[in-house]
């Protein structure tokens, strides 16, 4: 340590330095929710061990926190208050793709003019629309650009400006690591409190009956029906109105406050449907059963007038006077069940709120079996089926109840209730069996909220908050659970229950019939003796002597439900007793007789054997004054006395009773209740023998016993065990180093007690029933040690009067028997066992009494706690030697015997020791800091702190430990799991230690386990995971740089011990200058000793990313994760702020860039991840799914040289990688963060001098390895704002805050930080956590859909805030990596093939969403590599120039200022290097006007405004520029930039059509025309016509645009070389489609081939053309083409056959195999397109208006689909009430039409084939492909109606012919030409009657046959109800010869026709017989009398020639008629070809 230089010193100084002690520790008060804690009642001597309950209830917790005492002073927090709002301190970045989305909106709002472009218009340069660009004004120049500046210079700068304003914590923006690895968060346990289940807060509000005449009281409590048990004690409440409760004025003393409750607060630990709150209702006792008094509320209404009015007065009256008398004793009345089902069931809630409108006696006040009903729905009720299901989520739930059942006087016990609710919950079959009475209850039930004010504990004592002024407080009422529940108790609790059950009497001479018992709780024999302990009542005292059960009239062996509670008193003696007094009642005044006559007695002594008496008695009766003393004796075995008692039925048992007690004092368990008798027997004087149950136990028998006791202690029930738990825990450790002497002789209980505290352990983590943490650490026993805990005060030595004379005092020794060195007890530990030194048998030296006055008067009381008790021993200086001597002193210590004993153990108790050494490790580390803490060695060194016999003690177990963990690794599952919690709590036990014991000592503790490890295990990835989480337990330490030595040189530092692990070094070069800085980024052994921890964990990242094993991913992902969040805990702790700390700190990291570098092949690689869908990024999702159509990873690939395809990422070229495993993203994301944050950190010239030495191939490993980053930190935006941005709000919300916190209250701040995203409170100790997260993590999609909609808008915006500053200064980091890698390289001459590299990433890095900081540095960065290196740039990288030109233009276009005038800078440059590197920028010009093309076309936010501001500022350059005015540049840029400019016109126009797709593409498709002379250009545009077609699912049109791609791109090939497997120009692509032909070049001397640029796209190539033909053939597959897909294969395979290429071959004959099986399978079930034809009328059209078109559209659309659509569209573009649709398909006349509107006309058309066209087209896909004639019919009437008679009926067909086939590049073509003609009724008819005829052929011939269809046919051909069809057309056309000749002909047609038609009917009824089964037989029958009488109907008609038909006929010349004629035929013709 001298030898630090002083800069070291004084850092090392700042960080704490070595810091002493970092654990604290503190006493904090208990929080009580009472206002004053529950205490016994005052002035009673508490026997020990109640005293010592109620003193572990109110003590304080201790609790041990860690503290760093170094530094907290120094750096006084003083950023705490930036740090806690740590994004207010972030800078907004802007990003282009916010600020579009407000922009966006401006071109669709309000109506607008439309213009339409004439079709054929082929453009030269445009001038309708052509912008002159010169009345721009241009944007801010950059006044620098054309300056002459050295590149040193210019470089210089560039670095200046990127070194401002950056944000100095780059993970403080990086999303918190996942939890699930994060193994150093230990949770906090949970503060042990009192349990309390669901709570739900019922409020009554009224109880009325139709009469009001008598006061009644209601009593309720929870029944849980499945159980078949009560579950929560009695409220009582009064809700009568002051008149009424007067009537008792007399029985009632006083009332107190807390009996007026009418609110009480239930709660359930185990919801579930069963759960029944049931209300009864009880009234004061008067004569007569149940039933009689019940018969006035039945009969009568308070509203009726006249006699009734009278009665009730009477009953009134009557009331009153029997208040007066009988007003204590009341008698059953009513009662109601409330299913609860509802209140703990959410997901039914809705539906329920309006179920329980019953309830609420809405309309349904009358009807009683609604309510019934109602409840018994509720009630019905499925539940899931865990027991956690929240409560809380339920609305305030008023009810209504209308209905009671009246009370059965033969069914009251508790057996008859279940039976009663479990009839209910089935059926309402209640309501027929019991009378039920009319009446209301309303009442509220809803959660309880938190802190609910004014309430009242089960014990009355107030709950806080608690309000002065309120009326009428809340009530807790007490659960008693079904099941137990393992909480242990944390208040005083001492309540007993009493429940009279039965009494029999019907025996019993005297008349008794109306029977009460008086029930007391006695401390004494006396009357007096009356304890008012009994809780009251409502409305009156809260507390009683005695209480009355409720009276059945005329009843001799009654059942009771009465429930008496009872507050027992603390101390209990044996005098203490219940007394039952039996009475008999008379209701009918006698005269002078008194109302009760007594008729009996019994008791029940409260003690047993000094035990609590409860459960079930069945007890005898005793009919006289009871004697003397009775009380003393249980009522079954009182002695005979004189005189004799006289029991009822000769002493047998009469009476039944129940006793239960809620005790947090008795603990109702044999086993413990004598472990603690006999632990207080050693305490405290006691006079033996002691009684313990029924035993005597003399003081010889003591200690057996108590060994007894303690080995049987586990075998207590779970239950109490937990209950108990604090308090049996602390007996057990006071037990293991208490010396006692009893009898004279020394007892040594250590080893007893430590096993029992094993078996404990063991029992509670074995529990189901028990949670435990996501350690594995029972919640129980955590919280004991954290809370509970202290060290057991020595006290005096209890010395039992025995053999020995006088007190004598043993000196204990921590002395061990036999003991051997360390190591050779690690080798006999598992066979022998050790003695330890207190064992009785060994001679013990005695000391003098004084030295015992001595050391009781050294140890002062420290009295913390209020209480009487005082129960801290410090040690003082009084005895210096207890500080200062390493003699053992005269007390043991608590770690040390602990330890001893988990040294010594064997066996069993071994096995579970070393099972849940979390536990003890945790003691032992609590101990030691209190043991530190008391002896004040804070001032001693470390290293003698503890003996030497401890840490070999320590040695030992740490290494029994760690071969513990090997061994259970090798076993399966289960047992590994196990190995796993182990090896954790070992880490963690090292981790305290090293804030407690020496150092150096814990090193090697590490260093053992390591090298034991790595000795033991095979299997490689379990055994790097366990060491994994061991060390980042480990460096989460809070001195974690300073146990490493951060601040070392390397000349300096002291060896740590160094690992000797077997891994291998990753050195990642060879060959350097200076070792030194190349060795400095390598895992070296030096380094590996220096840093022991850091290099520990370093060799196993190595040693994970290298291995290729099974489950490896995790392991990587461990580890990975292990490093980051070490790197985010030092940007997070304030003590690293400092850039020179920050230095040092990634100093120490540097190795980690040598593994990441030799790990890049392994990287998930982000580039192929994210293809994007053109070169703008949208956060659309349809663009992000269409990528996969015509991806720029295709386009690459067919760029390929001969169909190589390469991987659309990074060429990794740079070296032959070693395969292993990939790399999952999130894994790879974390990596490579932790790179940049050591690029950033790092001394820069450090950086520079190691990239300068590097050879070139690790310097292209940095640039591909910056180029992924690139990709992998791009800004997502706010929209998809997914799992990184998520993340990293949390991060920044909770994480700074609480670190402060965490410093503030003395955590560390290491640990602290890891805490920084815990799971949610609630979630953290459950054990499915981490499978849960597990599982979300592979959903992330569905996580982060649920995320988002949770967050408010603010949450988001500051989540973009953080993830767009991450995505900026990740950017920037990278971006200082490149000009090292630029500055270095160009030093060292070597630029040639880096060049390339740097551009791609920079190329990268543009074409992802960045912010306008970055851009403006990566822009200059641009600049000074264009101005350093601009002719090997455009000689060399013609591929990366290009991508550049489009990155470069698009930015031009962007909305920002800054970005703009950059991008524009940049560009103009580009074209002068260009220009004046070659004279002539031809390239440059070409590739800049491809880009615009293609970003025009594709790029959806493209903004053609700001990119013509753009144009206009690059044309200042030009003209401002005066070294180049003397050449031809400044006119070569203006050429140059008007061509771009009419490019951009076009856009405009395609920007106002964006919704209307049609248009668009018109347009687009006369953009591509107007590049006729320019090939690439053209071939662009058709792409970009592809790429939309794609994106709305037109995939034949968009193949289409490609095939016309592929015919230019083979017109030129073929003019470049004559090579006969090639096509010859688009010729060869006239099978595809008709229209290709169009792409034929124009002649040569137009354009050559050879001129510089042109055709130089990628796709100009064979490969180019084979790659858009296979683009193709697999959209025509997918769009269901497949017999194009050959035609287009026809063209590829001559082509693949040249190259020899027979992969690609058989992939294509695949593909072929696959189209024609399709063809085979679907045939006709393919759906191809519906035609509809389109017209446009009125003037708002523009150039649209009267223009017709044929639209195609998807099959099966619907004519309102379409028209819904047009309309929708331009209704937005005119106003709604602008645009009409004729509905109608006749021709529209423009005269009629309203001028201000625009009118659409949708028809629907069919394709239409001549005769001679039918030949060819056969098959289903010849009829639907290569189509330009529709046809569709208009039917009409010659005065204007559509329809008419059938002689009326005309009809007109019109035909369309289109300018191309479909289908075409677009999906709508103009209409060229119209025929139509006319179809007179008559030849209506014969169309007609040709179907009908086609139709039955059709049936009658089809093979398979089917009968339903030909039945149909047939029924509409001759079926009864339908002749009229055919037989109504025959009657008007053919019952007589037309008048006019012109008519013969038809009217014969006709006549053939039905010949036809009745011949093809006989047919088929002929089918129909052969097909038909038999139940059909009759309808075969009906079918063929229809069609007889059908034939005869028909037969004059048709047998009628015209004579005259079979003249000569006269020629008409009219040529209309002729042609109809004429068309007419052809139709026949084409109708009767269809029907063979």
Excluded at 483 to 508: C, D, S
Aim: aromatic share 8%.
């Amino acid at each position: 340590m001298t030898r630090l230089s002083n800069l070291d010193s004084e850092l090392a100084q700042e960080l704490g330095d070595f810091p002493e002690d970092d654990l604290d520790v503190v006493f904090t008060p208990k929080e009580c929710r009472t206002l004053q804690p529950s205490m016994p009642e005052d002035g009673v001597e508490l026997d020990s061990h109640v005293r010592d309950c109620v003193q572990t209830y109110i003590r304080e917790w201790l609790i041990v926190n860690r503290k760093n005492q170094g530094y907290s002073d120094i750096c006084s927090l003083k950023n705490k208050g930036s740090r806690k709002d740590f994004h207010k301190t972030l800078q907004k970045q802007t990003f282009e793709s916010e600020t579009l989305d407000s922009s966006d909106a401006s071109f669709q709002a309000g109506p607008r003019h439309i213009d339409v472009l004439p079709e054929e218009a082929s453009r030269t340069i445009l001038t309708s629309s052509d912008f002159d660009l010169r009345s721009l004004q241009p944007d801010r120049r950059l006044e620098n650009l054309l300056w002459h500046v050295s590149a040193e210079e210019f470089e210089r700068q560039n670095e200046e400006a990127r070194r401002t304003n950056r944000h100095a914590e780059l993970l403080a923006l990086y999303p918190a690591v996942d939890d699930e690895d994060a193994v150093e968060i230990r949770p906090v346990p949970d503060r042990p409190k009192e349990h309390l289940g669901h709570r739900i807060l019922v409020k009554l509000q009224s109880l009325k009956f139709d009469i009001e005449i008598e006061p009644l009281f209601a009593c309720i409590a929870l029944y849980d029906i499945k159980e078949r048990k009560k579950i929560s004690e009695n409220f009582h409440c009064d809700l009568n109105s002051d008149s009424l409760r007067g009537f008792l004025r007399s029985h009632t003393p006083s009332i107190d406050l807390s009996t007026q409750a009418r609110s009480a607060v239930f709660s359930v630990t185990y919801p579930s449907s069963d759960i029944y709150l049931v209300i009864k209702i009880e009234k004061v006792l008067q004569q007569g059963e149940i039933g009689d008094c019940a018969e006035p509320y039945m009969v009568l209404k308070e509203s009726e007038a006249g006699k009734t009015k009278e009665k009730i007065e009477k009953l009134k009256a009557q009331a009153e006077s029997f208040c007066q008398r009988l007003g204590k004793y009341r008698m059953p009345f009513a009662w109601i069940p409330i299913s609860l089902t509802n209140f703990f069931n959410i997901s039914t809630l809705e539906r329920e709120i309006s179920e329980a409108e019953g309830l609420n006696g809405k309309g349904l006040a009358s009807d009683k079996r609604a309510t019934m009903l109602q409840a018994r729905r509720l009630s019905e009720r499925s539940l899931s089926s865990e027991d956690n299901y929240p409560v809380s989520n339920f609305k305030t739930i008023p009810l209504t109840l209308t209905t009671f059942f009246k009370q059965e006087g033969d069914r009251l016990s508790d057996e008859d209730l279940f039976k009663f609710l479990a009839d209910f919950k089935r059926s309402s079959s209640l309501q027929r069996r019991i009378k039920t009475l009319p009446g209301t209850l309303k009442l509220e039930i809803s959660p309880a909220p938190e802190n609910l004010g004014f309430c009242l504990t089960p014990e009355l004592l107030p709950v806080k908050p608690f309000p002065e002024n309120r009326s009428r407080p809340h009530k807790e009422i007490l659960e008693f659970p079904i099941r137990e529940v393992y909480v242990p108790h944390t208040i005083y609790r001492n309540l007993l229950y009493v429940y009279p059950q039965r009494l029999n009497f019907a025996n019993r001479p005297a008349s008794a019939r109306n029977i009460t018992i008086k029930i007391q709780f006695l401390c004494g024999e006396d009357p007096s003796c009356a304890m008012p302990v009994i809780f009251g009542k409502s409305s009156g005292p809260e507390f009683v002597q005695e209480i009355y059960t409720a009276i059945t009239y005329h009843n001799k062996s009654p059942d009771f439900y009465e429930e008496v509670k009872i507050k027992l008193p603390a101390k209990l003696t044996e005098k203490h007793h219940l007394l039952f007094t039996f009475y008999h009642i008379s209701c009918q005044p006698k005269q002078g007789a008194s109302v009760e006559t007594l008729v009996g007695y019994s008791w029940l002594p409260i003690l047993l054997n000094d035990r609590l008496q409860t459960g079930h008695y069945c007890l005898p009766v005793a009919l006289d004054k009871l004697p003397f003393h009775y009380s003393i004796h249980s009522p079954e075995k009182v002695p005979s006395q004189t005189p004799p008692i006289k029991w009822v039925e000769g002493h047998k048992g009469v009476f039944n009773v129940e006793v239960q007690a809620v005790s947090s004092v008795h603990t109702q368990d044999n086993h413990l209740e004598k472990f603690f008798t006999l632990c207080h027997s050693l305490e405290s004087q006691v006079i033996f023998p002691i009684r313990l149950m029924d035993q005597k136990i003399t003081e010889a028998a003591l200690e057996q016993e108590l060994k007894l006791s303690l080995i049987c202690l586990n075998s207590s029930r779970l239950e109490p065990l937990v209950l108990f738990l604090h308090l049996v825990l602390d007996k057990l450790f006071q037990l293991a180093i208490q010396p006692m002497v009893i009898a004279g002789q020394t007892a040594n209980f250590s080893q007893f007690a430590f096993e029992s505290v094993v078996a404990i352990v063991n029992s509670l983590h074995n529990s189901k029933d028990l949670s435990k943490d996501q350690h594995g650490r029972n919640c129980l026993l955590a919280s004991y040690i954290y809370y509970v805990f202290r060290l057991p005060e020595p006290q005096r030595e209890v010395v039992k009067p025995g053999g020995s004379s006088g007190a004598v005092l043993t000196e204990s020794r921590y002395y061990t028997f036999g003991r051997t060195s360390a190591v050779s007890v690690g080798s006999k530990l598992l066979q022998s066992r050790v003695i330890s030194s207190s064992n009785p048998d060994i001679a013990v030296t005695q000391t003098t009494t004084d030295e015992e006055v001595k050391n009781i008067m050294s140890s002062k009381p420290m009295d913390h706690s209020s209480s009487r008790m005082s129960f801290y021993v410090e040690g003082t200086n009084d005895i210096p030697s207890v500080c200062a001597s390493p003699r053992p002193s005269n007390k043991k210590h608590f770690h040390e015997e602990l330890a001893l004993q988990m040294v010594v153990s064997t066996g069993m108790v071994r096995e579970s020791v070393f099972k849940y050494a979390w536990f003890f490790f945790e003691l032992l580390i609590k101990s030691m800091a209190q043991y530190v803490h008391n002896i004040e060695k804070q001032d001693n060194p470390r290293r003698s702190r503890f003996s030497d016999r401890f840490k070999d003690d320590i040695t030992t177990i740490v290494n029994v430990v760690t071969s513990e963990i090997a061994a259970l690794l090798v076993k399966p599952q289960k047992e590994s799991e196990q190995a796993e919690k182990i090896n954790i709590s070992l880490a963690f036990f090292l981790y305290d230690l090293l804030s407690l014991m020496d150092r150096g000592f814990v090193f090697n503790l590490i260093k053992h386990y390591c090298n034991q490890l790595s000795n033991k295990l095979n299997s490689f990835s379990t055994l790097i995971s366990m060491r994994l989480e061991f060390l980042r337990i480990l460096c989460s330490h809070e001195h974690y740089l300073n146990l490493n030595l951060f601040f070392m040189t390397s000349a300096s530092a002291p060896a740590s011990p160094s690992p000797s692990l077997s891994s291998q070094n990753s050195s990642s070069c060879s060959s350097f200058q200076d070792q030194k800085i190349a060795g400095m980024f390598d895992l070296s052994a030096e380094y590996r000793q220096q840093h022991f921890l850091t290099g520990l964990l370093f060799t196993e990242l190595a040693a994970a990313l290298d291995a290729d094993s099974e489950g490896i991913s995790k392991v990587q992902r461990k580890a990975v994760s292990a490093i980051l969040s070490l790197l985010s805990s030092h940007d997070l702790d304030p003590r690293c702020s400092k850039k020179e700390v920050k230095i040092k700190i990634a100093a120490l990291y540097l190795p980690l860039v040598g593994i990441i570098l030799d790990s890049l092949p392994q990287l998930h690689d982000f580039t192929i991840s994210d293809a994007r869908s053109g070169k703008g990024r949208t956060g659309n999702p349809e663009e992000q799914e269409s990528a996969g159509a015509i991806n720029q990873n295709v386009a690459l690939a067919i760029a390929g040289n001969q169909f190589n395809l390469r991987s659309s990422g990074i060429s990794l070229v740079s070296l032959p990688y070693r395969q292993s495993a990939t790399l999952g993203p999130d894994t790879t994301r974390n990596l490579l963060i932790c790179f940049l944050w050591i690029m950033k950190n790092a001394d820069q010239n450090l950086i520079q001098k190691w990239i300068a030495d590097l050879p070139s191939m690790q310097l292209n490993r940095i640039l591909d390895l910056l180029f992924i980053c690139v990709s992998c930190f791009e800004y997502k935006g706010k929209q998809s704002s997914d799992k990184v941005s998520t993340q990293a709000l949390q991060k920044s919300r909770d994480v700074k805050a609480r670190l402060e916190e965490a410093l503030l209250r003395g955590e560390g701040a290491r640990g602290e930080m890891m805490k920084r995203c815990r799971i949610p409170a609630g979630n953290d100790r459950s054990m499915g956590i981490n499978e849960n997260l597990r599982w979300r993590k592979e959903q992330t999609h569905w996580r982060q859909a649920n995320e988002r909609q949770d967050k408010t808008k603010a949450e988001l915006d500051q989540e973009a805030l953080i993830s767009g500053n991450l995505a900026t200064e990740a950017n920037l980091i990278i971006l200082d990596m490149q000009e090292n890698i630029i500055q270095a390289s160009f030093a060292a001459e070597c630029r040639d093939n880096l060049l390339g590299g740097v551009l791609k990433v920079l190329v990268n890095s543009l074409g992802c969403d960045q912010s306008t900081t970055y851009l403006t540095h990566c822009f200059a960065t641009l600049r000074a590599l264009i101005a350093k290196f601009g002719d090997f740039l455009f000689e060399e990288e013609v591929e990366q120039c290009a991508d550049l030109c489009q990155r470069v233009l698009h930015h031009c276009s962007s909305s920002i200022d800054i970005t703009r005038s950059q991008a524009c800078a940049t560009l103009y440059l580009l074209m002068r290097y260009s220009f004046s590197s070659t004279s002539n920028f031809a390239r440059v010009k070409m590739q800049v006007t491809m880009s615009l093309a293609s970003l025009v076309g594709k790029s959806p936010e493209f903004n053609e405004g700001f990119l013509r501001r753009s144009l206009r500022t690059i044309l200042a350059y030009a003209e401002e520029d005066v070294d180049m005015q003397a050449t031809p540049f400044p006119v070569q840029v203006e050429e140059l930039l008007c061509n771009l400019n009419s490019i951009l016109s076009d856009t405009v126009k395609m920007r106002e059509f964006q919704e209307d797709p049609e248009m668009l593409m018109d347009l687009m498709y006369r953009i591509a025309k107007g590049y006729q002379t320019s090939p690439d250009l053209r071939l662009t545009w058709l792409q970009n016509m592809a790429e939309k077609h794609t994106k709305r699912k037109c995939y034949t049109e968009a193949a289409m645009c490609l095939i016309h791609a592929a015919a230019l791109v083979a017109e030129y090939l073929s003019m470049l070389e004559d090579r006969n497997y090639l096509p010859v120009g688009s010729v060869s692509f006239q099978n595809i489609s008709s229209n290709v032909l169009e792409e034929s070049a124009v002649s040569d001397d137009v354009l050559s081939p050879d001129e510089d640029g042109i055709c130089s796209g990628r796709y100009f190539s064979e490969g180019g053309l084979v790659g858009l033909l296979e683009q193709a053939a697999e959209l025509f597959s997918t769009g269901g083409l497949y017999e194009t897909v050959n035609e287009v294969y026809k063209i590829v395979i001559p082509i693949l056959e040249a190259h020899r290429d027979f992969r690609k071959l058989t992939l294509t004959h695949n593909k072929l195999q696959k189209a024609f099986d399709s063809i085979i399978n679907k045939g006709q079930k393919r759906m191809f397109g519906t035609y509809f034809r389109v017209g446009f009328y009125g003037s708002k059209f523009g150039d649209l208006d009267e223009q017709e078109f044929v639209y195609k559209e998807p099959a099966i659309t619907k004519l309102p689909e379409i028209s819904h659509r047009l309309e929708g569209f331009y209704g937005k573009c005119f106003g709604e009430d602008a645009v009409e649709m004729i509905k109608d398909s006749a021709p529209v006349d423009k005269r009629k039409l309203d001028p201000k509107k625009a009118y659409i006309q949708i028809t629907f058309v069919e394709p239409y084939f001549d005769e001679y066209e039918m030949k060819d087209r056969v098959t289903y896909f010849d009829k639907n492909f290569n189509l330009c004639r529709f046809m569709y019919t208009t039917p009409f009437t010659m005065d204007g109606r559509p329809r008419g008679e059938l002689s009326e009926q005309y009809k007109r067909n019109t035909i369309l012919t289109t300018m191309h086939a479909f289908p075409y590049i677009k999906t709508r073509i103009n209409v060229i030409q119209k025929e139509e003609f006319v179809l007179t009724p008559i030849e209506v008819a014969i169309e007609d009657m040709r179907k009908k005829t086609q139709e039955l052929t059709a049936a009658t011939h089809q093979e398979p046959p089917d009968a339903k269809m030909l039945q149909m046919v047939l029924q509409g051909s001759v079926g009864a109800t339908v002749n009229q069809g055919p037989l109504e057309v025959a009657q008007v056309f053919l019952a007589e010869i037309p008048a006019d000749p012109k008519l013969y002909r038809h009217h014969n047609k006709l006549r053939l026709c039905f010949k036809e038609f009745i011949l093809r009917c006989g047919e088929a009824v002929e089918k129909n017989k052969r097909l038909i089964t038999a139940d059909q037989r009759e309808y075969q029958l009906e079918l063929k009398k229809n069609y007889m009488k059908l034939k005869e109907s028909l037969r004059p008609m048709i047998e009628r020639k015209i004579p005259e038909l079979y003249k000569p006929v006269v020629k008409v010349h009219s040529t209309r008629e002729s042609f109809r004629n004429h068309s007419f035929r052809n139709h026949d013709a084409q109708a009767s070809s269809q029907s063979t």
